[in-house]
């Protein structure tokens, strides 16, 4: 089944570490997406990519970084230098033309 | 101003009443836009694409496009109890980015 997969489900990190999040879809989609959720709020866009080997700043990229080395994958790294990343991130990724665009099922982190 | 602006709610409608929720964008050159569902602590699902101005329906939902007032709105006949969630607008682009979400609730 085509999908888009977001690993793992729950991720706890110490301060001070990065933690990177996984991102992989088989849908043949040239852009990928991450958001950061907190609670009652909305989606807001860290980075996006439209191909293979380029990924532009969202809204609120600073802590955060991310790679797109094959088109299935688009893997996000919190960074140390994130002050607040505990949250629901979300990647999503689109079909040419942006017709369609699904979500993962999420990765809630949380720093202990 | 933000880029797709939407009330937060709650909207709160009976159990079988028509739920109405609006989207504002401020980009003209904005052509086509989805409508997500998004339950409690769950990822948001698709539910419309909307490309063309005039209205889609899909089953219980109608999905309304107006480019010339710059709005689009998604209505949800007989709502169910079911139905209660956060609905999230965006349009179809380079970056993707979403209305806050209205909070739907639908009373029994």
């Known amino acids: 089944d085509g999908g888009i997969t977001q690993s793992p489900k729950y991720l706890f990190r110490k301060e001070g570490q990065n933690v990177t999040l996984s991102c992989e879809q088989n849908?043949?989609?040239?852009?990928m997406y991450w958001y950061r959720q907190d609670p009652g709020q909305g989606l807001r866009l860290i980075y996006y990519s439209q191909i293979v080997n380029d990924f532009q700043k969202g809204d609120i990229a600073e802590g955060y970084s991310v790679s797109r080395e094959k088109k299935e994958s688009f893997p996000l790294t919190v960074t140390s230098a994130q002050k607040n990343p505990t949250a629901f991130y979300l990647c999503a990724s689109s079909s040419p033309g942006t017709t369609e665009a699904f979500f993962g099922q999420g990765t809630r982190l949380t720093v202990v | 101003q933000k880029e797709v602006e939407q009330n937060s709610g709650p909207l709160s409608v009976p159990e079988g009443a028509i739920a109405s929720l609006n989207c504002t964008y401020s980009?003209?050159?904005?052509?086509?836009f989805f409508w997500y569902r998004q339950y409690s602590g769950k990822s948001p699902e698709l539910i419309m694409f909307i490309y063309s101005n005039g209205d889609k329906e899909d089953g219980r939902f109608t999905a309304q496009l107006n480019k010339a007032s710059q709005y689009v709105s998604l209505l949800i006949r007989d709502s169910q109890p079911s139905d209660s969630a956060t609905y999230l607008c965006a349009p179809a682009g380079n970056m993707l980015t979403f209305g806050g979400g209205t909070r739907l609730m639908v009373k029994p």
């Open positions: 980009d003209r050159g904005s052509q086509s």
């Open positions: 849908l043949n989609h040239d852009a």
